[in-house]
């Protein structure tokens, strides 16, 4: 009976509703119009239930990239918070805070002023994009467009060298199961194009990851109206030395989002990231924005900080492009990706329109996407900032030794000097080094001698990780309950739904479990998996030889694959679940 | 080798339980602006007619019906995305304030028009055991009698062979194993089968059928008035509706006083709910 069925085929196949292949969509269906004659097919597979369903972000985004890939979304309705009126980077200790002035962070932290920025819950969004889509298409007749949410690529389908479809549904029948494209688009934030950057060894520096944890409150009727304010900062909670920051955005109807990025890179074997945003919400200033306030969605998603460095030698192989946080778009120092992303997306639908006309899917044709993607004005800032990583990389005591030192004179006197001038004092030649060679690379020097190697997260865990520095992550006791969720709790804010019993994440071997379990506890620390989790999914069982195992409550997942970046044995890989079961963060 | 089955599901779009539009102050239902989603007992039925067509014999084939307004179109295409093969909706104003009675009576007309179109009677028919929005459990047996099918309700579990239908049936305080001659109609229980996720080639149908001509469309959705099943308009609606709601109230508050605690440990979510329940403490203390 399958072999009467014609095969599943699209001549365009976008691996992720996300915000660049929304836009590659949204783009060719303006080339296409103008050339009814054209015809062709694309079909938008999307692992979440709903559109914008597992999409977590901050976001404020420059509304030009809007205005060029979207003229009319003032028009359309597309959905804003707010528009950025004044933006602070602000340093947090564990008591006060202090924002940098104004004329300081436009000098040394250009890239965090954020006036006249829209602000943006980017799941909404790209939910308004999904149905701006569906409207467009029903006027170009000469496309036709097939959505697909609830329906993850699985696997990469070759034929020979080149990407030929994805593996999607799961009957056991091939027919009824793959996807089959002329070119596929991945703007999956690397869920399947892991596998393509590998197969094709498109690797340069390994992506630096870091995990973004998020909350969304609902504001007290008499609280301080926050709406377009944004802040950044730097310090408390993340103080054992790790990159990271907070970020807290007013929204319209007395509402904000705040979150914590923390950089995957780290020693710390024990993150805690949903922790560290509770300490976050514990500093005094937070407490008093959080009075009487109600927590309404929770969520976490991973970001590439590898920036320039880390990206792949080609953005492009034969039958297929890789978009967005997949190709590692983030410029971390500005905390902004959707402009890049949406970018990637506008570029990629002229260069898919190009091929689709001389049916020519070769990386020499799709070539042009990387060369014009490169020279995109988009792109300044990102080759500009490309050594903020490495600064952090190469002179560790910034973060870990002097830092602290800074916020406590922020805590004693309420302004950051002394602790400058006493990290000087302590240690001139060291400090003053450091400090040189890392304003060189943050103010984007040319030229920069020594390499600075990148390694992957999981390679920098540290069973002997210094115990001390953990304990800088906790702040005090003095702070409301109600502001204050633990990760079983928060769960219930991310609103995972799983029909059967899940599956999604493998575990390769359990014996390596077991190995590094023993490693962990020797030291009276938990297993990276567990204690990293954004959610309550991993945990250790007692087997019946009354020996510890891991063991995983899958239906908690929230899909963002921080366990398997940094589990430090690489022992487990998440794949999307099926039927669109996984969190529901629209809101968020 | 089961011989070929035709198969019915009967289904009904009710006001979506997961949304808040629609819900007035007074706890009444505004349907027009009520979000709308496929009557969650029917999500069963429509499980247990894919499972019998895969019971049947190659050429068995699946027909969703359903009686409402013109979005419950809606439904019907859920039911092609799961593998339905065609589907029809009766639709006319004359039907409105239907009771039980009354739209057993339309269904059937539905049903015999169906019967005759697709060249023979059904085999099986499910139903869900009730709606969301009735609750009366009736319409599914009113239909077997006037059809006269072999009617087996609450059924959890079923297989078929010989022409005859293996049901184990919940009853009160224990289960029931019946067999039962086709034609039979079953009414589902909601410990059956979860209705599973769509397929891929479903969901790529149903957005091809969608973009078709109108009458590529009807060869899959077909829409019929009571003239075109050959119902008499005197024993539909509220003509054909003896049941008579003389009034409705309030019993007392129902749900007046009722607190969610949720979201927080299970520690804390006891002391709050103690916190607030005196009669609680009472309670307890006894
Ligand atoms: C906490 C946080 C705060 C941020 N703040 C900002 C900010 O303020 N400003 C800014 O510009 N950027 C910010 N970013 C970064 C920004 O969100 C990303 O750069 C941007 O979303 C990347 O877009 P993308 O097109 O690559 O797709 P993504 O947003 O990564 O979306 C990927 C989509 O693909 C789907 N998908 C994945 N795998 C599959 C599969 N196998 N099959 C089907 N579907 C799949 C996912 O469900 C998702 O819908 C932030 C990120 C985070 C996590
Ligand atoms: S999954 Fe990784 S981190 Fe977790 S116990 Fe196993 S080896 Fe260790
Ligand atoms: S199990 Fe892994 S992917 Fe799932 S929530 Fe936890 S860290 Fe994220």
Redesign the pocket.
Known sequence: MSNTKPRIEYDLVL???????LTLAHTILGLAEKNPEFKFSIAI????HDFGG????????HPSIFTKAFPDHIKDGMPIEAICKKSYVSLMAYHEKWDIPSILTRAAAADFVKEGYYILT?SNV?AWMAENLKAKAAQVSNVKLDLFPG????EIIYEGDKVAGLRVDRTGNDEDDIVYSKLTCF???G??SKDLIKKYDLETNPQIWSV?V?ETWQLAEDSENIEGKVWHTLGYPTLDGTLGGG?IYGLKNRRVTI?L?ISLDSSNPNIHPQKQLQEYKKHPWLQKMLKGAELMHYGA???PEGGYASLPKKFQVDGALI????LG??DVKA?????K?IES?YIAAKVAYEALKANDFSEAKLSKYQSSLMASPYMDKFKENRYFRKAFIENPELLRDYLPEVLSSIDQTKAPVLGGLKVGVQNPFKATKAFLRSASLLNNAKEIKEEVVYKPGYQHIDPNFNKVLMDRCHGGDDFAKTTVYSREDAVFYANTRYDEHPSHIDEFNSDTCLTCIKTYEAKSLDVPCVSDCTAEVHRLDISSGNIKVHAMSLENCVQCRTCELICPEQNLRVN?AYAGAGPDFKGL | MNKDLDIYVLIKQVPDTRSKAGVNPDGTIDRAKAGKMLNPFDAFALQAGLNAKKMGGPNSRLFAVTMGPPPAIDILYQTLEHGADATCILSDRRLAASDTLATAYALCRTLEYLFKKNGRKADLIFCGLQTTDGDTAQVGPEISERLDFTQVTYCEDFSISDNLLHAKKIIEGGTQLVSAELPALVTIANSYTKLKFKSLRGAQFVQDVKRASKEEQAKYVEIIDLDKCEADEMRCGLNGSPTIVSKTWKIGVVGGNCKMHQGKAASELVSEVFKDAVMLKEFVKI
């Open positions: 691996v992720g509703a996300s915000p660049s292949n597979l999307e692992k979440a597992h999409i977590v972000s901050g976001a404020v985004v980017l790209v329906f993850p690529a699985m703007g999956d934030k869920f399947l973004g998020k970020f979150g990025v998603a991973v970001l978009l967005g946080d997949a778009l983030l905390l902004a990706g959707v402009d992303a997306g999307p």
